[in-house]
């Protein structure tokens, strides 16, 4: 199996910008597609964006053109690149990949202040 752990999250003004890392346990170069999520307080989570191996990506409404996510093979790492972030970007965010069952990170923290 592998573990994942994001890191990266913090506190950032609006209009500001985080990157964040998903760091996996092992190579990921066998992993089909990767998913970040975020949750609000009160809200069910909801999917962010998904990248796939052969490097498709797709965003939800919300972030598209302000998120970038990508992948460095050689870290067993991807990216969630978070620019022009606004109030309503607050949650936690989490990595996800499905290897037989859902494996998912501790998730990291981002606020954004108005």
């Known amino acids: 199996q592998v573990q994942l752990v994001e890191s990266g999250g913090g506190l950032v003004q609006a209009g500001g910008s985080l990157r964040l890392s998903c760091a996996a346990s092992?190579?990921?170069?066998?992993?089909?597609?990767m998913a970040w999520y975020r949750q609000a307080p009160g809200k069910q989570r909801e999917l962010v964006a998904t990248f796939t191996s052969g490097g498709i990506t797709n965003y939800a409404d919300s972030v598209k053109g302000r998120f970038t996510v990508s992948r460095d093979n050689a870290k067993n790492t991807w990216y969630l690149q978070m620019n022009s972030l606004k109030t309503e970007d607050t949650a936690v965010y989490y990595c996800?990949?499905?290897?037989?069952?859902?494996?998912w990170g501790q998730g990291t923290q981002v606020t954004v202040s108005s």
């Open positions: 996800n990949v499905y290897i037989s069952s859902n494996i």
């Open positions: 092992r190579s990921i170069f066998s992993i089909n597609t």
